[in-house]
């Protein structure tokens, strides 16, 4: 038997820590402990891949230290623009240094070097004894180093595969005639990662051209007066600093490091420290996936296919879809084509006869719609999917027909409608809704996947696809795999093959399922179970119904509205032209930039943007409002064409040609505090602080003559919940005799007896009264209400001595976020903090601050939660004809029936206040009217 090749493989730590660090960047892990693993973990299977599919025979991992290198003795500059290293990456490069050498690689590392010096000097060594040498990094530079036995390997990233590069690929990939050249390639165009400054004008195009013709840098300087224009004049002005970038770019291969073939040899993980360390970071499926062999017990797929019972063995004569019995290997990730599954198209009445019978035995089931449209009041059903064991799904094609459609889902009315069956669904509202549409009404307890993990993990990403990859190790189909790209050419899933459709909706559902077997023991580990049960489920209810009841909107209204933002933005550019002195594009923020700050100078030291130019944001603008009129008429314009372009013109497109009215999309799964947020059209940002802002609630009006629109609000809820948190004697009294805080603040904060208290001391003490539990700074105070810093801190020192128990909630808030790296609100929502360990201020100073501010916000948002569920079903019993139809912040709105005004009147800030039991008396202020804006 002929001895194996020697392979030996250098991977370049730092670039493949960075690269999992942003690969996760949107969806951090967060295990237990509140740690960010990402990096780890992505860095892992990049090790573990080129281990298991490579099989190198030696192997090493090279990093950086934190000694400065002679790059930086050479140039001061050397990397001086890079941003500071993330916090978790700092944390996660020692643990990746644990887990290489639970692998029994070793750590390659060398203060006064680079991680590619060393790995280039190794490399050009190893190849000399004989080696095939593969430097992994995505660093495209390492392309300097490549020869004969020596190559670039570039991990597969974002959908591009392994790209393995020898000299051809590289001289083809910088388009160059000889590897040496790539030094000199990056001394002429620089590297703005590094800050190597290069020569400026001379990108990739003309650094190649100019090496074709001169051969090299130093040629090129030589000939600087040769060559035309002012390309020739800039080489020649820059010559030192390219010279100097060449010499910081050759990766330097006389590192002084031996090259030990024994120590590089790989002999495989040491299984007791790597079980350490993937136990305490809580990798447990890694851990299975690479000690499968070692451990028999280990199963590689999450996915097993399991008998579904001998009832099942009735659909024997139902297709199946994509049954597998292959096994995937243990790396790989799992999808459709490498998983044992049976998915069946249930497409005749005798088999939709046998599924209803036994979706009647079950205790519960998962259930997916396949629709026409995303928005559930116009969705038509395409289909609908069912799972309840995992590997198993059945898929019911509808027809386009809605008379036929409504007969077939007529035979799942029963189960659908049996309050003793659960039902499982990811997003479930919107499939309750695509039912409503057909008169089925979904009962009995439902567990929604996407609000479970909202739970469990507030601060991450909830749709299906993510989540399966992160528990399930699984990547589902895509839906533009389907229907394409979304676009004016995507398709309709109406359109799509019915074999195609089995397979992503059987998919969907057992999915699904097999997630919620997971969340459901989560959430009761993490004492979440009441309010995922008796909030968040009853809540999708009462949003699917508000939704469903939509609101009606009137476009004469919003016509004459557009045309007054019209001319009022016509006449505020007018003004700011000539108080510019000129014509420009107001709504260019560049010319803007130039206009106020080199033409007109309002700032000695203007703020510029990473772009370059210079800042011309709300916040600039509104502090140059206070001393310059152009600024305050840009806010203007500003204003009148975003409420023109993002509401007035907006809002009557969102109305549905089904009935007429606008549904927006109330979402739970968004704000990690627990308010909810709303879509299409965001009701939550609708402006209320100026008076054109107020205006567009005109356009909001009853359904029909024979309604009022009422609203209802809690008044200053936020601070009433500091109050009863804190337990403060002098704001709670002021609550429950009913006067008003911001004044008896003001009171106490300046000095004065109350009838004293003038409206700008009750404007400073309302800042302070809402400023503090947001984590507002002197700095902040004095820029908000326009006083000095020393004022500022003197006002917030006075709050604090008039209200002490104030400080000590917040002191406390923060002290227990530190210990427990997360805070709750009343009903045990937690807000995980794991930054509150950050040796960055500014990154600890926000953790402290959500601390103080989560429990609050959080539990303003389960009261209005509890009250809306208590609601809904009070009317529900009652049967009324009123209906509950939009949630803003603090604000219930109802279309009320004339008949039921004064019940709503007095029922309905009764169940408000009486949501939840606190100190503080609860005060709900109600208000009717022919509009929105009236009844606000």
Not at 529 to 535: A, G, H, N, P, W
Not at 680 to 689: A, E, K, S, V, Y
Request: glycine share 6%.
């Amino acid at each position: 038997m002929s001895k194996p090749e020697k392979t030996l493989f250098l991977l370049d730590a730092m670039a493949l820590i960075y690269r999992a660090h942003f690969a996760f960047s949107k969806n951090p892990r967060i295990n237990s402990k509140g740690l960010n693993t990402g990096a780890p973990f992505g860095f892992t299977n990049s090790l573990y891949e080129i281990i298991d599919k490579r099989k190198p025979t030696h192997i090493g991992v090279a990093f950086d230290t934190s000694a400065p290198t002679f790059r930086h003795e050479e140039y001061s500059e050397y990397k001086a623009n890079r941003e500071e290293t993330p916090e978790d990456i700092k944390i996660g490069t020692p643990i990746v240094k644990d887990i290489v050498r639970a692998f029994n690689i070793p750590v390659l590392e060398l203060d006064g070097y680079e991680a590619d010096d060393v790995i280039g000097t190794l490399a050009k060594k190893a190849a000399r004894a004989g080696f095939e040498v593969f430097m992994m990094t995505p660093d495209k530079d390492y392309g300097q180093l490549v020869e004969e036995h020596v190559y670039l390997y570039k991990p597969a990233f974002m959908g591009n595969g392994v790209d393995i590069m020898g000299v051809q690929q590289v001289l083809d990939k910088w388009d160059i005639e000889r590897i040496d050249q790539v030094v000199d390639m990056l001394g002429l165009q620089g590297d703005s990662v590094d800050n190597i400054p290069g020569i400026p004008g001379v990108g990739p195009k003309t650094a190649s051209k100019l090496l074709k013709e001169y051969g090299s840098v130093e040629a090129i300087i030589e000939n600087a007066a040769s060559i035309k224009g002012k390309l020739g004049e800039k080489i020649a002005a820059n010559a030192d600093q390219g010279l100097l970038s060449k010499k910081l770019a050759k990766i330097n291969t006389e590192v002084p490091v031996t090259f030990d073939e024994k120590e590089l040899e790989y002999s495989g993980p040491n299984i007791e420290k790597l079980t350490t360390v993937f136990e305490d970071l809580e990798f447990r499926t890694t851990l299975k996936r690479i000690l499968g062999e070692s451990s028999p017990s280990a199963s590689a797929s999450p996915r097993p296919k399991k008998a579904a019972s001998d009832q099942m063995a009735l659909f024997g004569d139902a297709p199946a879809l994509m049954e597998k019995d292959d096994t995937p290997m243990p790396e790989e990730k799992l999808n459709a084509s490498n998983t044992k599954h049976n998915y069946h198209l249930i497409d005749t009445p005798e088999l939709r006869k046998r599924l209803v019978k036994y979706l009647s035995a079950q205790k519960e089931f998962c259930f997916d719609t396949e629709t026409d449209s995303l928005e559930p009041i116009e969705a038509n059903m395409v289909g609908l999917a069912f799972s309840y064991v995992a590997g198993e799904a059945y898929y019911v094609p509808t027809p386009e027909n809605r008379e036929e459609t409504q007969e077939i889902l007529e035979e799942f009315r029963g189960v659908f409608e049996n309050p003793e069956i659960g039902k499982i669904a990811q997003n479930a509202k919107y499939d309750v809704q695509v039912l409503k549409n057909y008169g089925i009404d979904v009962k009995g307890p439902i567990f929604d996947t996407m609000i479970a993990h909202y739970l469990i993990d507030p601060d991450t990403r909830h749709n299906m696809d993510v989540l399966a990859e992160n528990y399930l190790n699984y990547t589902p189909i895509s839906i533009t795999d389907l229907i394409g790209k979304k676009g004016a050419k995507q398709g309709n899933m109406k359109d799509v093959p019915v074999h195609k459709v089995v397979e992503y909706a059987a998919e969907d559902a057992d999915i699904t399922l097999q997630l919620k077997n997971i969340f459901a023991s989560q959430i009761n580990e993490g004492r979440i179970q009441k309010l995922f049960d008796e909030v968040e489920m009853p809540l999708m209810h009462v949003l699917a119904d508000i939704e469903y009841n939509g609101v009606k909107i009137d476009t004469d209204t919003l016509s004459n509205m557009s045309k007054e933002l019209e001319e009022a933005s016509a006449i505020a550019e007018k003004e700011i032209y000539e108080l510019a002195g000129e014509e420009f594009n107001v709504a260019s923020p560049k010319q803007l930039g130039v206009i106020l700050f080199d033409k007109l100078k309002l700032v000695d030291k203007p703020k510029k943007t990473k772009t370059g130019q210079y800042a011309t944001g709300e916040d600039i603008l509104s502090k140059l409002a206070v001393e310059h009129d152009i600024a305050k008429r840009i806010l203007e314009f500003r204003e009148y064409q975003k409420l023109k372009s993002t509401y007035v013109d907006a809002l009557p497109n969102m109305i549905s040609p089904a009935d007429g009215l606008v549904h927006t999309d109330y979402r739970q799964a968004v704000a990690a505090t627990g308010r909810l947020s709303s879509n299409n059209p965001n009701l939550q940002n609708i402006p209320i602080r100026t008076e054109k802002g107020r205006e567009i609630r005109k356009a909001f009006i009853p359904r029909s003559e024979e309604y009022t629109l009422m609203a209802a609000d809690y008044s200053q809820i936020e601070l009433r919940i500091v109050a009863a948190f804190a337990k403060d004697e002098s704001m709670i009294e002021a609550f429950k005799s009913g006067r008003d805080i911001h004044s008896i603040t003001a009171s106490k904060v300046f000095g004065v007896p109350i009838e004293e208290v003038d409206r700008d001391m009750r404007r400073k003490a309302k800042e302070v009264n809402f400023g503090l539990i947001y984590g507002i700074s002197a700095f902040g105070l004095s820029q908000n209400i326009g006083i000095s810093r020393t004022e500022a801190q003197q006002i917030i020192t006075a709050y604090f001595n008039e209200f002490p128990g104030v400080k000590q909630y917040m002191d406390a808030q923060v002290n227990n976020a530190r210990e427990h790296t997360y805070v709750e609100t009343i009903l045990g929502r937690r807000r995980y903090l794991r930054d509150i360990h950050s040796k960055n201020m500014t990154v600890r100073g926000h953790a402290e601050r959500n601390a103080i501010n989560a429990p609050i916000q959080g539990s303003a948002a389960d009261m209005i939660k509890i009250a809306m569920i208590n609601i809904h079903s009070w009317m529900k019993e009652e049967k009324l004809k009123s209906k509950m139809i939009m949630q803003v912040h603090d604000e219930l709105v109802f279309d009320v029936h004339n008949s039921e005004l004064e019940l709503m009147k007095s029922k309905v800030p009764e169940l408000m206040s009486n949501a939840i039991d606190l100190d503080v008396p609860l005060e709900v202020e109600v208000g009717v009217g022919e509009n929105w804006l009236i009844a606000h």
